[in-house]
């Protein structure tokens, strides 16, 4: 009999408590569908100075860049590397200076050879030597002195 009673409190205590454990438990709103923008300004807002600056405009204007922007597309090969983003290799010399070639890497890890008189895109390689290399730099028709860029073959610790 015992056993019985047993049985049936346990039947009842499997079905009775997991309903009333989900009764207790509150129910979770839904989640707002689009929250406001956490930053947002009304349209009609206008801000009053008051002989005052404002505070979210940077008061000293930005400088123009003196260097020219270079084209989105460039021409293949050597000519489409910029003289600041080449980096040289090596030299191999001769006894004859016209036989003289300096290895340039590119990014993107091309390689190149250049002689005396190779374009590149913003100037020209004008000499070469054992230790430097003398690019000569494509500058605008009213100057009247050209620029010459020298880059060390080796630079020391701290140069480029």
Do not use: C, H
């Not at 015992?2 to 049985?7: D, P, T």
Request: charged share 20%; proline share 16%.
């Amino acid at each position: 009999m015992y056993r019985v009673l047993a049985v049936t409190i346990f039947w009842i205590a499997a079905w009775v408590l997991p309903a009333l454990s989900q009764a207790a438990q509150p129910a979770i709103p839904p989640p707002p569908d689009d929250p406001p923008p956490v930053l947002s300004v009304p349209k009609d807002y206008k801000y009053d100075s008051r002989g005052r600056r404002d505070p979210f405009v940077n008061p000293v204007p930005k400088p123009v860049s003196a260097t020219p922007a270079a084209p989105a597309v460039r021409p293949p090969g050597l000519k489409g590397v910029l003289i600041a983003e080449a980096t040289i290799a090596g030299v191999v010399t001769s006894r004859e200076p016209s036989m003289n070639v300096v290895i340039i890497n590119a990014p993107a890890g091309k390689t190149y050879f250049a002689r005396i008189g190779d374009e590149l895109y913003d100037g020209s390689v004008k000499e070469i030597r054992l230790d430097t290399i003398t690019f000569a730099l494509n500058s605008p028709p009213d100057t009247s002195a050209p620029r010459e860029v020298v880059r060390k073959v080796r630079p020391a610790p701290g140069e480029r």
